[in-house]
Nanobody
């Protein structure tokens, strides 16, 4: 199983970036997808999650209204559209896939996910 995150880079405050997460080696439609981030000196934190069908999404308060998570199961790819970026959004962003199971509850924490991408760096300058 491999998750390949891409799309990070340097952007000015107020700008936009679109991250992609290409999955291989798993039946993508069976998995919830999430994005997490880790800023320098801080713990990894939840950003957003999307259900296996794409019908349900949930966001951290810090990004709600600015970020949009989506997925294309036909392409085995997930996305994170980030608008109105702020310097505090600077972090390494990780995509993750968690097997869809009602027993796992809400997919807001890293322990609900089985596979992780390598991370892509987003730097927002002021």
């Amino acid at each position: 199983v491999q998750l390949q995150a891409s799309g990070g880079g340097l952007v000015q405050a107020g700008g936009s970036l679109r991250l992609s997460c290409a999955a291989s080696g798993l039946f993508f439609s069976n998995y919830v997808m999430g994005w997490f981030r880790q800023a320098p000196g801080k713990e990894r934190e939840f950003v957003a999650t999307i259900s296996w069908s794409g019908g349900r999404t949930y966001y951290a308060d810090s990004v709600r209204g600015r970020f949009t998570i989506s997925r294309d199961n036909a392409k085995n790819t997930g996305y994170l559209q980030m608008n109105s970026l702020k310097p505090e959004d600077t972090a390494v962003y990780y995509c993750a896939a968690g097997f869809n199971s009602y027993n796992r509850g809400y997919y807001y924490t890293s322990d609900k996910y089985d596979y992780w991408g390598q991370g892509t760096l987003v730097t927002v300058s002021s």
